[in-house]
């Protein structure tokens, strides 16, 4: 199986700031690659998907980059209602989230 | 719209079963690939199961064997049938959509529903 490597683990930010999380696929997966948000106590919600493409209906500050093995999620501004952990995903694998705070 | 809606989750024995249901509206299930997608208390997401439309089932090997994912076309209801449960099986498990024409993708969740596996 493909392993997803994704950092960091957590992260403190102040609102407006911009955040980046990573995600390092163990071999290459083209830009077969998505994120998605999960809030405490809710399931995941789709952000972004095929690596770049922003879902229908998700806020133009998140974005994501990359094909394959490097991966990149960025809130470009971030707002109190961002608090939430991330997740990166590909195939079967999800990585081990990004619980994003505000400082 | 779109809704999943999952239930059957409870606390159960080790080595006892249990079956999930997840009742789907505003789609066919049929139409798109299924999965199941579980997370242990304060844990990461870990998938368990799909379903594709053509009638092909994958576990992943923490389950297989143990798990069986189906689905009621006339009911357009997803199941995951869980035998021999373990106490590593504890999660909320969550039922989502595949999104047709993309790779692993899920674009709707259900809720979730706790599965408590304890003595």
């Known amino acids: 199986d493909i392993q997803m490597t994704q950092s960091p683990s957590s992260l403190s930010a102040s609102v407006g700031d911009r955040v980046t999380i990573t995600c390092q696929a163990s071999?290459?997966?083209?830009?077969?690659l998505n994120w998605y948000q999960q809030k405490p106590g809710k399931a995941p919600k789709l952000l972004i998907y095929?690596?770049?493409n922003l879902e229908t209906g998700v806020p133009s500050r998140f974005s994501g980059s990359g094909s394959g093995t490097d991966f990149t999620f960025t809130i470009s501004s971030l707002q109190p209602e961002d608090i939430a952990t991330y997740y990166c995903?590909?195939?079967?694998?999800f990585g081990g989230g990004t619980k994003v705070e505000i400082k | 719209e779109v809704q999943l809606v999952e239930s059957g989750g409870g606390l159960v024995q080790p080595g006892g079963s249990l079956r999930l249901s997840c009742a789907a509206s505003?789609?066919?299930?049929?139409?798109?690939?299924m999965s199941w997608v579980r997370q242990a208390p304060g844990k990461g997401l870990e998938w368990v199961s799909v379903?594709?439309?053509?009638?092909?089932?994958y576990y992943a090997d923490s389950v297989k064997g143990r798990f069986t994912i189906s689905r009621d076309n006339s009911k357009n209801t997803l199941y995951l049938q869980m035998n021999s449960l373990r106490a590593e099986d504890t999660a909320v498990y969550y039922c989502?959509?595949?999104?047709?024409?993309?790779?692993?993708?899920?674009?709707?969740w259900g809720q979730g529903t706790l599965v408590t596996v304890s003595s």
């Open positions: 095929d690596a770049s």
């Open positions: 379903i594709y439309s053509g009638g092909s089932t």
């Open positions: 071999q290459d997966i083209s830009n077969y």
């Open positions: 995903q590909q195939y079967n694998t």
């Open positions: 989502a959509r595949g999104v047709v024409g993309a790779t692993w993708t899920f674009d709707y």
């Open positions: 505003g789609f066919t299930v049929s139409s798109n690939y």
